[in-house]
């Protein structure tokens, strides 16, 4: 197989075409708790919720972007992780 632009974007190793893969436990843990809070709308147990789910896509965007199976699988861990923090900041002004 060639080293061309597009295999090192969407293949892993394994030389397979990798854009979604199963649900680790992160994802399961983050996208759980980011429902909850929408059912949940304030006080303690939405804050910490909140924070739960804060730390699970932090976790899960982190390992993508260090461990990824390819550069595609890195990129998305980027792009999550730059959404999240930049939804902090924006969202206490």
Do not use: C, K
Not at 49 to 54: E, M, P, Q, R
Request: glycine share 6%; hydrophobic share 55%; net charge negative.
């Amino acid at each position: 197989m060639e080293n061309s632009l597009f295999n090192q974007t969407f293949r892993d190793d394994a030389g397979n075409i990798v854009i979604a893969q199963p649900p680790n436990l992160p994802i399961l843990v983050a996208v759980t708790t980011t429902l909850l809070t929408l059912v949940v709308p304030s006080g303690m147990l939405h804050t910490g919720l909140d924070a739960i789910a804060f730390g699970s896509w932090f976790t899960w965007a982190w390992l993508e972007i260090f461990d990824g199976v390819n550069y595609f699988r890195r990129a998305l861990g980027l792009f999550v992780l730059i959404a999240i923090i930049a939804s902090r900041v924006f969202n206490t002004f």
